[in-house]
């Protein structure tokens, strides 16, 4: 029996779809608790380093998982249109 090679088109750009639902939602969660920080009464050496790890990593990170997860959800989008193209063939 031959091997089948292919994906369903429409599960696909779902998961694309559901992707850039969940990259949004680091944008959120990341903005939200930027701003609950920014806004927290504390003040002294150690608010300054958890502010700036804030900063410049955890964010950071957040933001390369929102990036990641729409360079995905674009390759999802591609793949499913390169499947439907060649269905159609």
Do not use: C, Y
């Amino acid at each position: 029996m031959a091997n089948v090679w292919g994906l369903d088109v429409e599960q696909v750009r779902q998961l694309a779809r559901e992707m850039d639902v969940a990259s949004g939602d680091l944008q959120n969660i990341m903005s939200k608790l930027t701003n609950l920080l920014s806004s927290t009464q504390w003040s002294g050496p150690d608010a300054e380093r958890f502010r700036n790890d804030w900063q410049s990593t955890h964010a950071q990170s957040l933001m390369r998982a929102k990036a990641a997860l729409e360079e995905t959800a674009a390759a999802a989008r591609n793949n499913a249109a390169a499947q439907e193209s060649a269905s159609s063939q």
